[in-house]
């Protein structure tokens, strides 16, 4: 398997140099993705060429690009409009630079921000409206030979295994792919002390649709009723063996990422995640 690395670049695309990628070629890193912080029209022809030269540079897959966009499940059919056609201007600047793979995410009705809860996001003409929006976006994926990546999260329309299945099933596009990340999944006690089941199970049901697997731990906070707290790999309760062996059986090829750490805590991840692939007999490229 490959290991990849989010978080990286989080920009206009401006800074992607010979020394930010060095950093991630330095500590083994097989590939990076990015993730805009402007709209992916903003993003000029050079610095696109400039961006993809510091890859090619260094040797680095650029496995992923993800971007802003206004909501796309919305009632207000101007914002929804807009969201969807900038999410298509991501996929046209993933093909410009090269990039096999266009993140996508379902959005929020809350406007606080695109993962913040909301009482209606399970409601069955929530769902209609999200597959509506990945459909047309989907059309752009198809012309560019992009696969559209659908970031997923208990929180969103995209609550289970089941209603990730269902929703990608619906776009009846073979360019709609999954992020399959466990660590969205720890919604209860339960499945955070044993997490094995919740991971089977996505695996069982949603694994042929998925792309790459994001690799994270958690921990419980000691306070009243449950929360939820990313740590390094390594050091919190997610059952990283199933994780491991389940994304080996998916693809031997396929891509572990690590993502939402600060810059000084990478290393210690990479190397963690290293040593966990060694320990459970997972190969690396």
């Known amino acids: 398997m490959k290991i990849g690395l989010l978080g990286l670049i989080s920009s206009d695309l401006t800074d992607v140099n010979y020394n930010k990628l060095r950093f991630a070629a330095e500590l083994g890193f097989h590939g990076v993705g990015a993730h805009l912080n402007v709209p992916a029209d903003t993003v000029s022809d050079q610095t696109a060429k400039n961006a993809r030269a510091a890859f090619d540079d260094q040797g680095l897959d650029f ?18 409009r807009e969201g969807i056609r900038q999410a298509q201007n991501i996929i046209k600047l993933a093909s410009k630079l090269g990039v096999a793979e ?7 009705l809350n406007p606080s921000g695109p993962w913040s809860p909301h009482k209606d996001h399970y409601k069955p003409e929530i769902e209609d409206r999200l597959v509506d929006s990945l459909k047309e976006i989907l059309k752009v994926a198809e012309d560019y030979g ?14 289970s295994a089941q209603a990730i299945k269902r929703i990608i099933e619906r776009t009846g596009s073979k360019r709609m792919k999954l992020n399959l990340d466990s660590v969205n ?62 994304s080996y059986e998916w693809n031997p090829d396929g891509y572990l990422v690590i993502e939402h750490l600060p810059i000084a805590l990478i290393p210690v991840a990479k190397r ?5 692939c060694y320990k459970f007999a997972i190969p690396l490229s």
């Open 185 to 246: 999944y720890v919604g209860d006690f339960v499945t955070a002390y044993d997490p094995s089941i919740m991971i089977n199970e996505m695996f069982d049901l949603v694994g042929e649709y998925t792309a790459t697997i994001h690799v994270k731990d958690f921990y419980l906070e000691d306070r009243l009723t449950m929360h939820v707290s990313e740590t390094v790999i390594g050091t919190g309760m997610m059952d990283l063996e199933t994780v491991l062996k389940r």
């Open 63 to 80: 496995i992923q690009l993800w971007g802003p966009y206004p909501c796309i499940i919305g009632e207000d059919e101007t914002v929804r």
């Open 102 to 108: 266009s993140g996508v995410r379902p959005t929020s």
């Open 146 to 159: 992009i696969d559209l990546i659908l970031e997923s999260h208990i929180a969103t329309p995209l609550r």
């Open 272 to 276: 963690n995640l290293t040593e966990l």
